[in-house]
């Protein structure tokens, strides 16, 4: 049984302020870790590319104990919040990385942020559950471009006042990046405190949960894996330039805190124009279709980068690359829950996010590799062929739903 539809719009309005708070303390955090390391740590390629690739690795192992603890639980609630205040703790620890000898210190970094997605994981699985249960079908389209839009803007202006805080201060000083993370920190007991005000239904516990703890059975979900694959195959191509933007702005163009703030705000302020659109172009054209464009569009900013080191030209890039970034957050994570059977839905995400989770532990790592072996502007040019190879990968899937919309899915997911 459904909540009453007034409850459902108050737990849309605390999702939008629990995203708030989770916003700030990834924007405060997260975005300055690659710096941080660079500018403060001395670390290496290498160890930039763990702090991409590591969480997802441990993220792995997290996504199988979450998947297996989630199915027993009847109220998803506490468990979604006690996992966030968990992975909070970390950057609380991260503070005290600079009072360890020299030498230690990129490790202990590496390694706590890569242990952060321990209780991250189980975080980001059960509230993708968690939120899939309490936000009808007919209202997330619209629900979630509002949520982008409105957790974007509250994203541009923390990014933009960080940057130009951390610009008053020597770009190797640790102090600056000690109270930001402190800051993250106390936002996130904030994140908690809305998380834990939601109102869920609580469902009955059934006894055959326990054997889809794993949920292979989901891979016979033909929707399901044909998305799975392609889905994949997208994020390899995206996620393996992660460290290479940051390496190349930061090592090749020599980008300040500031730069990488305004990098960041010209592509969160391209994200607000576009979420409605895309929103509307889905509800119009379907999902699976949509992401052949996305696909294309993400496949430019790897190969727009290398062209130039000048800081306004990247602005610009970041700017452009922003138009699409908003498309492939709100549209693969609404065609996740479209291929997913609701009664099973955590066990879909669960088995699609420890995937995911391989291919953001592998990707990043290959990306760096194809660096150290080749040169910055082969492993972007293989990032962009890699994303638009991925726009045909999703046109045989729009094929594929179209063709079967009679069979298994409503008229609408086409």
């Known amino acids: 049984m459904a909540l009453p539809l007034s409850e459902t719009k108050q737990n849309e309005k605390l999702s939008i302020r ?3 708070a989770t916003t700030i303390v990834l924007n405060i955090s997260n975005n300055y870790f690659p710096l941080f390391a660079i500018s403060v740590l001395g670390a290496t390629n290498f160890q930039i590319g763990l702090i991409s690739s590591l969480p997802q690795f441990i993220g792995m192992f997290a996504m199988v104990i979450g998947s297996m603890i989630l199915n027993r639980l009847e109220e998803k609630k506490r468990f979604t919040a006690y996992s966030f205040l968990a992975a909070r703790l970390f950057l609380f620890l991260i503070f005290f990385v600079m009072y360890l000898p020299a030498e230690y210190r990129s490790w202990a970094f590496v390694l706590l942020v890569g242990f952060m997605n321990l209780p991250g994981s189980f975080a980001n699985l059960s ?6 249960d309490l936000i009808p079908d007919d209202r997330r389209s619209g629900f979630f471009s509002e949520r982008n839009k409105v957790l974007t803007i509250v ?4 990014t933009f006042l960080i940057g130009i805080l951390l610009q ?4 190797t000083s640790p102090f600056p990046f000690q109270v930001l993370f402190v800051s993250a920190f106390l936002f996130g007991l904030i994140e908690v405190y809305y998380l834990l005000k939601h109102k869920e239904e609580k469902k009955e516990k059934k006894r055959e949960k326990k054997r889809l703890c794993f949920g292979l059975e989901v891979f016979r979900h033909k929707p399901f894996l044909y998305f799975l694959f392609c889905s994949l195959f997208f994020n390899f ?3 393996m330039a992660w460290s290479l933007f940051s390496i190349y702005q930061i090592k090749y163009a020599g980008a300040t805190a500031l730069w990488i703030s305004l990098f960041t705000v010209a592509n969160q302020l391209a994200q607000i124009i576009s979420y409605k659109w895309w929103g509307r172009m889905a509800d119009k054209h379907s999902n ?3 992401m052949i464009l996305v696909s294309a569009g993400m496949a430019s900013a790897p190969v727009l980068t290398i062209l130039s080191p000048n800081m306004i030209y990247l602005v610009l890039v970041n700017g452009f690359s922003g138009l699409f970034v908003s498309g492939t957050v709100l549209i ?3 065609q996740l829950l479209e291929v997913t059977e609701e009664e099973k839905r955590s066990v879909f995400i669960s088995n699609y996010n420890i995937l995911l989770a391989l291919v953001a532990f592998v990707a990043p790592q290959f ?3 194809l660096l150290e072996q080749t040169s910055i502007d082969m492993a972007m040019i293989v990032s962009t062929i890699l994303r638009g190879s991925s726009a045909g990968v999703f046109f045989f899937l729009y094929l594929f739903l179209k063709k079967n919309q009679s069979k298994s899915l409503p008229a609408a997911f086409i």
Not at 127 to 132: A, K, L, V, Y
Not at 168 to 171: E, L, V
């Open 155 to 158: 994203g541009m202006f923390s």
């Open 367 to 369: 990306g760096v590799y």
């Open 127 to 132: 509230w993708q559950s968690f939120i899939g």
């Open 288 to 290: 699976a279709k949509m």
């Open 237 to 239: 191509g995206w996620q």
């Open 332 to 334: 693969l994570f609404n």
């Open 18 to 20: 629990n995203g708030i």
């Open 168 to 171: 008053q201060f020597d770009k």
